[in-house]
């Protein structure tokens, strides 16, 4: 199993959701740990969360990740504030759900620039520090939606099934340079996402007793990173165990 310790990562839309998660169980192991958001509010909240979570040192930066300069920024400030970068998780990410007759350009862009453009942009930005390292790990957080469309999800599954491609066809661009690309595709994760209310009957509440919680994805982006490099986990699914009938 590889050791986290004292890696260098980036957690994209690490404030709150699945990328906290990710970032607090990274800390734990002994990584130091950027994460980013667009939100300077939740920015802060998430460093109040990290700062002690484990031996890892953590930074927050905000940085869109629909803007290649604040990619690149992201990795340069990794570079300064922990000397390089091992590790990079594009979470980041957002839902619009609509039919298409009633979507509009601009929903279908921002879903499309920030979940798909965006990841291209993180891993265009991580790849030339990760060469310096000798290696890296990326790993890019699709959806089930990316392989089981739905009505209404035009924008979002289209986004993921890019997200899925585009990972595949990263994986075999790097894999003999030593930068290992995986991708999970989680199903209902219990978290604020697409204006899902924290409030009761909400995120957190009874009625998301039956999804996925952030840790478990959290869980298996650890285990992706521990994985022994004679093989690559290189997708995972990850179901609720009893999705609600
Ligand atoms: N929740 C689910 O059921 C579920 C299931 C499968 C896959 N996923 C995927 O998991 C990922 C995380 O979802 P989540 O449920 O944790 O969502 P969430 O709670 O809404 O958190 C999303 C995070 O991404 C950040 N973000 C959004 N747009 C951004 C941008 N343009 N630039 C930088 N950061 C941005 C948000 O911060 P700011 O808004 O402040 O920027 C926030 O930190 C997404 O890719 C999502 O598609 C979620």
């Not at 601009?106 to 965006?118: A, F, H, K, P, R």
Request: glycine share 12%.
């Amino acid at each position: 199993m590889e050791s986290l310790q004292d890696k260098v990562a980036i957690v994209t839309g690490g404030s709150r959701g699945i990328g906290l998660a990710i970032a607090r169980a990274l800390v734990r192991d002994g990584a130091h740990v950027v994460i980013t958001a667009r939100g300077a509010g939740a920015l802060a909240e998430a460093r109040r969360d990290l700062d002690g979570a484990g031996p890892g040192r953590v930074e927050t930066l905000g940085a869109d990740v629909t803007r290649a300069g604040d990619m690149a920024r992201t990795v340069a400030a990794a570079a300064e504030r922990f000397g390089g970068l091992d590790i990079l998780i594009t979470n980041a990410g957002v839902g619009a759900f609509a039919e298409v007759e009633a979507m509009t350009p601009e929903q279908w862009s921002t879903v499309i620039d920030t979940n798909l453009t965006g990841v291209f942009n993180a891993c265009r930005a991580a790849i030339p520090a990760m060469r310096r390292r000798g290696g890296g790990f990326i790993v890019n957080i699709s959806s089930l939606a990316g392989a089981n469309a739905f009505k209404g999800g035009a924008a979002y599954c289209a986004s993921k099934a890019g997200l899925n491609a585009f990972s595949e066809a990263l994986m075999q661009e790097l894999r003999y340079d030593g930068i290992r690309v995986s991708y999970v595709m989680p199903g209902s994760v219990a978290t604020g996402f697409a204006g899902h209310s924290a409030a009761p009957g909400g995120a957190g509440s009874r009625d998301d007793d039956w999804k996925i919680a952030p840790d478990e994805v959290a869980e298996v982006v650890i285990h992706l990173l521990k994985h022994p490099r004679r093989s690559l986990p290189s997708r995972v699914e990850l179901r609720p165990s009893k999705p609600r009938r």
